[in-house]
């Protein structure tokens, strides 16, 4: 087995520690991620084919999963009772892989690294609208701590002048 599709799991301590976590902040921050990449990416039909229709997102090594749906504008956060119509399960470092574009979903899905069950032609929906996207979902340069605070600095000046 290569590096590459060798199985990297996330250590148990940590499945313990984030399966216990509040699912609501978990889901926001998911939706909020959701909510910056694919809109731009969804056409017409695509949005239409998406709403109401609800989708979970399970970290498996992380013990962790998310039910969200489009409603209208963007993905939000379904909470309660009901089955999802598509579940897509896999672990971190795959979803990881598969955002940042060093693996395909086509790849994952083969190997049996991902998981995607309940509608199929849902299911396909999501796969073609991420294969069309080009470049990278995540761009881990984002994500690093200095230019996260360089977003956070605008609103705190603009909110300070606003009280006075």
Not at 144 to 160: C, E, H, T
Request: charged share 25%; hydrophobic share 45%.
């Amino acid at each position: 087995m290569t590096p590459r599709t060798a199985t990297r799991l996330l250590p148990p301590p940590v499945r313990h520690i984030l399966s216990r976590l509040p699912r609501r902040p978990g889901a926001w921050l998911f939706t909020t991620a959701l909510n910056a990449v694919l809109p731009a990416h969804l056409d017409a039909d695509a949005r239409r084919a998406l709403e109401g229709r609800r989708v979970r997102l399970s970290v498996l090594d992380a013990g962790v999963s998310f039910d969200v749906a489009w409603r209208g504008r963007g993905f939000a956060p379904v909470h309660g009772a009901g089955a999802p119509e598509l579940v897509i399960a896999a672990t971190l470092h795959d979803l990881r892989l598969l955002a940042t574009r060093q693996e395909d979903p086509d790849t994952l899905f083969f190997s049996r690294r991902l998981v995607m069950e309940g509608d199929t032609e849902l299911g396909l929906l999501i796969k073609n609208t991420l294969d069309a996207i080009d470049g990278a979902l995540l761009d881990p340069q984002r994500l690093a701590p200095s230019a996260l605070f360089s977003l956070l600095r605008p609103r705190r000046r603009d909110a300070g002048r606003g009280a006075c």
